[in-house]
T-cell receptor, first 113, second 113 residues
Framework: DQQVKQNSPSLSVQEGRISILNCDYTNSMFDYFLWYKKYPAEGPTFLISISSIKDKNEDGRFTVFLNKSAKHLSLHIVPSQPGDSAVYFCAAKAGNAGNMLTFGGGTRLMVKP | EPEVTQTPSHQVTQMGQEVILRCVPISNHLYFYWYRQILGQKVEFLVSFYNNEISEKSEIFDDQFSVERPDGSNFTLKIRSTKLEDSAMYFC???????????FGQGTRLTVV
């Protein structure tokens, strides 16, 4: 089951630069998308979300873009900080499936000082 | 800041034994979830619980699994007869009515030997 895919297992970025994490999905019934950040030995921490009726949502250094026609979303972190180094998960919720979240495989972000 | 708490942080059990994983969701949340992550794999949905009953469950959540809200604060996941393949991180999560954003606990690492 690959309904949500994060094709880059890892990403390395210099401190202060932009980090762009990508996510693709196949299920047309997904109507809400979320990004989570996860440190080792901790649970996923909610970062930012976007409804399918929007194409952009911004919260401080974090912006999520949604391209419904391409079934693609991305998370932009500007400027990147060393403390942003973590695994980032994209997740999606289908309108006909309650609050169940389907997760991507994650992208490990490393921000170098 | 309110958080979801899980106990124990690590549980080692013999194959065939029963285990109970415990969670205290955020107090004003009404939706409760269990997810798991097998090492190196995606975070997978197991079950959601609302109004004292299961609202959704995945194929993973077979007859070996059960959930309960024994009192006003705890939410438990029971695995009746553990198998080696049940070894994983188990995450409890909760969310407010009308909001898909689930907030996760720090996880319980279950090791079946």
């Amino acid at each position: 089951d690959q309904q949500v895919k994060q094709n880059s297992p890892s990403l390395s970025v210099q401190e202060g630069r932009i980090s762009i994490l990508n996510c693709d999905y196949t299920n047309s019934m997904f109507d809400y998308f979320l990004w989570y950040k996860k440190y080792p030995a901790e649970g996923p921490t909610f970062l930012i979300s976007i409804s399918s009726i929007k194409d952009k949502n911004e919260d401080g250094r974090f912006t999520v873009f949604l391209n419904k026609s391409a079934k693609h979303l991305s998370l932009h972190i500007v400027p990147s900080q060393p403390g942003d180094s973590a695994v980032y998960f994209c997740a999606a919720k289908a309108g006909n499936a309650g609050n169940m979240l389907t997760f991507g495989g994650g992208t490990r972000l490393m921000v170098k000082p | 800041e309110p958080e979801v708490t899980q106990t124990p942080s690590h549980q080692v059990t013999q194959m065939g034994q029963e285990v109970i994983l415990r969670c205290v969701p955020i107090s004003n949340h009404l939706y409760f979830y269990w997810y798991r992550q097998i090492l190196g794999q995606k975070v997978e949905f197991l079950v959601s619980f609302y109004n004292n009953e299961i609202s959704e469950k995945s194929e993973i959540f077979d007859d070996q699994f059960s959930v309960e809200r024994p009192d006003g604060s705890n939410f438990t996941l029971k695995i009746r007869s553990t198998k080696l393949e049940d070894s994983a991180m188990y995450f409890c999560a909760s969310s407010e009515p009308g909001w898909p954003e689930a907030f996760f606990g720090q996880g319980t690492r279950l090791t079946v030997v």
